[in-house]
Nanobody, 124 residues
Framework: EVQLQESGGGSVQAGGSLRLACVAS????????MAWFRQAPGKGREGVATIDSDGNTKYVDSVKGRFTISRDNAESTLYLQMNSLKPEDTAMYYCAAGPPRSWKYLTELWYNNWGQGTQVTVSS
């Protein structure tokens, strides 16, 4: 298992940028697929982006071209660069880890390690 801790959330105006980070501790980070999910008030948890140990990625359509997921295996850290932010991006953002094949799925059932979340608020 890995323990996950997110950081980097905050409040920005529409069009702004934020970079989220997720530091993993524990054994075997390099082998995990990693993902970012988000949950807006009153809504279910939505998969935003995934990445496997080789750098293969998958994005939900609403963030393609604006968000970039990346990972630094040497530092056991996952990132989410968010550009051109919109008010509809407002949510709690969660980092998650799962088995190697999980990166193909933007579904929370594939992930069994979760962070506490970091809040992102985008004002118009």
């Amino acid at each position: 298992e890995v323990q996950l801790q997110e950081s980097g959330g905050g409040s920005v105006q529409a069009g702004g940028s934020l970079r989220l980070a997720c530091v993993a501790s524990g054994y075997g980070y390099k082998s995990y697929s990693m993902a970012w999910f988000r949950q807006a008030p009153g809504k279910g948890r939505e998969g935003v982006a995934t990445i496997d140990s080789d750098g293969n990625t998958k994005y939900v359509d609403s963030v393609k071209g604006r968000f970039t997921i990346s990972r630094d295996n040497a530092e056991s850290t996952l990132y989410l660069q968010m550009n051109s932010l919109k008010p509809e991006d407002t949510a709690m953002y969660y980092c998650a880890a799962g088995p190697p094949r999980s990166w193909k799925y933007l579904t929370e059932l594939w992930y069994n390690n979760w962070g506490q979340g970091t809040q992102v608020t985008v004002s118009s």
